[in-house]
């Protein structure tokens, strides 16, 4: 996905596939290990990364895949969804950080 939002189409190396994976469980496995609270911090990545996956990353994705072929409305319901995306996002966020 993000290849395709960065604009340079390239294949990935295994070896690069692998860091990027271990790396990740890895870090994700310390991080469980040693938060005593790790809810806040789910919390927080949930409301995050849902307006993310939800929203934003799905109207790049509409914008990348018409390639300079969108119309005026097709671009105001790109920028709602952005918008939107980041207002629910931040109100996520905010809803989390209240309740601690």
Known sequence: TWVMLLGRPQLESL???LVETVSLATSILIVALYVPKINIVFQLLGSVCSSLLCFIIPAFLGYRAGSG??????MAG?????VLGCIIGV?????TIATM
């Not at 072929?69 to 097709?74: C, F, I, P």
């Not at 109100?91 to 809803?95: P, R, Y």
């Open 91 to 95: 109100l996520g966020t905010a809803v």
């Open 78 to 82: 790109i920028w709602c969804l952005v």
């Open 69 to 74: 072929r969108v119309s005026l409305l097709h």
């Open 15 to 17: 070896r690069w596939h």
